[in-house]
Nanobody
Framework: QVQLVESGGGSVQAGGSLRLSCAAS????????MGWSRQAPGKQRELVAR???????NYADSVQGRFTISRDNAKKQVYLQMNSLKPEDTAVYYC?????????WGQGTQVTVSS
């Protein structure tokens, strides 16, 4: 079935930028929605960005204006451009896709922002 693989994580200084990529094994048109969530130590998993099949986008208040989700259907990839990074953005970031009846999640990629 569907597999998602994240890449692009790493360590950056506060104020820096990073772009995460999510490669899907199937056409992005298979998905009702795709998104990025994150989980920091001691915190609950948080949805940070989502794009629907109708191309509607939604961002968490904490990342609004700093993060941008986008897709490249030809490459079967979804991206999360992260700008003006803050230490509180440090987390494992997960790509996920909704197939309608269930969701598929990637293994995650670590993002560390130092002050």
């Amino acid at each position: 079935q569907v597999q998602l693989v994240e890449s692009g994580g790493g360590s950056v200084q506060a104020g820096g930028s990073l772009r995460l990529s999510c490669a899907a094994s199937t056409s992005l048109f298979s998905f009702k929605a795709m998104g990025w969530s994150r989980q920091a130590p001691g915190k609950q998993r948080e949805l940070v960005a989502r794009v629907t099949a109708g191309n509607s986008v939604n961002y968490a208040d904490s990342v609004q204006g700093r993060f941008t989700i986008s897709r490249d259907n030809a490459k079967k990839q979804v991206y999360l451009q992260m700008n003006s990074l803050k230490p509180e953005d440090t987390a494992v970031y997960y790509c996920h896709a909704s197939l309608g009846s269930y969701e598929v999640w990637g293994q995650g990629t670590q993002v560390t922002v130092s002050s």
